[in-house]
């Protein structure tokens, strides 16, 4: 179908006082746009009519509406048409340079004749769609967070596969005596829940439980996964549209906590065996069946440590409160110590500690431990230091229980970098870990990547339960150290973003960040010359490679972050409405004044994640930033090909900033790397220019989140400083 571009200005919200309207139409019509119109409203119910009107009566079908933020009234301009394009001249223009000024003008022309440009060159994208793409979901754990999310994703009318290695199910609560109160007053102990669940879930008919059984292999892709389990000897083979990881946790070795003396004293025990204990009925030592009746719980035995596991467990301190009731319940004379080094006790286990606290028989202290020693009839003694009394004290204890953490099975494997990473480089943009718990037949690994400390997150601040391998959530303890509510919420949350998964899956919509979109990566296969950094950059495992290293692209896994389109140098990758050609025209025909009028240009390719929105937020708060710049949106930073540098630099444009999503340990990259990556390739940009004798300045990157937009104007104005010491581009005029 012939496209006809409409361009629909809007004047309210102070645009048509602070910009002339007529310049901006005439821009358009110069761009040979066959529909120009401007609305006093175009948000409003009469505005959408507006444009519907023209869709109907002169066969528009392609909108561009210039007026507020894209990241606002999205729902409201969905006009039923695939091509509508946005332009923001309300917070990226009049709310943010001063009104009626020629520079601001200017800038507001520039984005007209951008938006344009890349209408012009978009096609209508047509979603993916799979044929008879599966709804089922795999679970893969039978644990308290596995049970929990067969249980909710089979009530919700979906088919579920639960796959548990051990032979029955119920994982680590199983095998506890108590739970800790979740109900008020919050005082008491309860019967473990998971007993009920696992009745629940083995008589739900939509759910299939395979226990003492593993996955041998994982081929395929959101809506086309084929999973094959081993079991009794034999495999069998079924079709999922999308996966919960719920494998959970392996108590941490105590052994390796030697100043404990756990392995050496056989009443030093963990905090698991103490549970195994308490199951039995009555509370004796190891060493001799002696009633205990006095205990020392020594908490952060190996955690919060960078010797052992630096981070928090979340739940020992709730256990060691929950075990030292064990004790005081069956022994009322007995005598329990807990030495701590916080004690946390979040949202209503706050009422719990404080029912611990009023038990004359439990001293709770904060304090270092500095020795254990065992005398002739295997009592123990412990020193503390660095008390809330003040001094060193030392208590004698029948027992001690060292609140040793948990580690994700998912930590278990061996730690594999990706191609050109050395331990102890600035950014390592992932740790493969490959263990045996999914087996994906992806050519990066066979497992989800690994973040902080083994745990499998893809981008914990934005998108919890999601992993780095689109179609597979991970929930409960294996994505997180947690208690047993944040356990249920959080495995309840995965079955919901596993359910989203299939659902937008079988309408060929991508999911997290972008979800909805409808575009994916097209690959011009005669021009690829194997250079694999399609493959090895993308951060999500969406390409595979062939035998001679073609790429295979599997547009599902897709997140169309387009990292593929920035890394290739051969530019065969593209989006329909997203590609190098696109914004490289969108540069090229950004207006350049004379040397002579002093008015530098500068482009910003702003990540939509962070970067755009801080910028809006600029605008929102009404400050001001230099009107010589010009904005581009990305859809990450890695989707950044150095061809626009080239083009942007060959039109005398002054200064090119890249701003990206904070990267590192915080992991603020809603694509994962995609800002890294960008940092990565303007280094080698950096180089060209230097042997070019363009200064390498001109080129720069920084790195911002959504919260820290008022540091923006002082960044473009000290950029633009630095590039009037270099003086105007050469190559502006030519």
Known sequence: MEKKIGVYIC??????????????????????????????SLCQKEGVEFIKKDMAQEGVNAVIIAACSPRVNYDVFELGIPLVERVNLREGVVWSHPANDEDTQMMAEDYIRMGL?????????????????????LVVGGGLAGITAANEAAKAGYEVFLVEKNEALGGWMSRIYKQAPTKAPYA??????????????????????????LIEKIDGAPGLYDVTVKRNGGAETFRVGAIVEAAGTVPYDAAKITEFGFGKYPNVITNYMMEAIAAKGTMVRPSDGKPVKSVAFIQCAGQRDEKHLPYCSATCCVESLKQAKYIRNQYPDSKVYIFYRDMRTPGHYEYFYKSMQNDAGVFLTKGDVKGITEDENKNLAVEVENTLLGEKIQVNADL???????????????????????????????????????????????????????????????FPYETRRTGVYAAGSVRAPMDIPSTVADATGAALKAIQCVELTSRGEAVHPRVGDISYAEFFMQKCTQCKRCTEECPFGAINEDEKANPLYNPTRCRRCAICMGACPERIISFKNYSVDMIGNMVKNIEVPEEEEEKPRVIVFACENDAY????????????YNSFVRVVPLRCAGSMNLVWVADALSKGIDGILIMGCQYGDDYQCHMATGSYLAKIRLSKVAETLDRLKLESGRVQMEQVSIAEYYKIPKILDEFIKKLEGFGPNPYKGF
């Open 188 to 213: 008491e102990m309860e019967e473990p829940e998971i007993n009920n669940l696992i009745k629940e879930v083995q008589q739900n008919p939509k759910v299939k439980i395979y226990t003492s059984s």
């Open 11 to 40: 004047t309210d919200c102070e645009i048509g006082k602070a910009l002339d309207i007529e310049k901006l139409t005439k821009v358009a019509i110069e761009m040979k746009a066959p529909v120009v119109k401007s609305h006093p």
């Open 117 to 137: 440009l890349k209408m012009q060159k978009m096609e209508a994208p047509e979603p993916y769609k799979v044929e008879e793409p599966s709804k089922n979901v």
């Open 613 to 624: 929105p801080a910028l809006d937020m600029v605008g929102l708060n009404r400050l001001q």
């Open 400 to 462: 001690v229980v060292l609140a040793t953490g948990m580690v994700p099975v998912s930590a278990l494997g061996e730690e594999i970098l990706p191609p050109g990473v050395k331990p102890g480089d600035e950014f390592i943009p992932y740790v493969m870990i490959e263990t045996d718990i999914l087996n994906l037949e992806y050519r990066q690994g066979g497992e989800a990547p690994a973040l902080i400390n083994g745990y499998p997150d893809s981008n914990f601040i934005c």
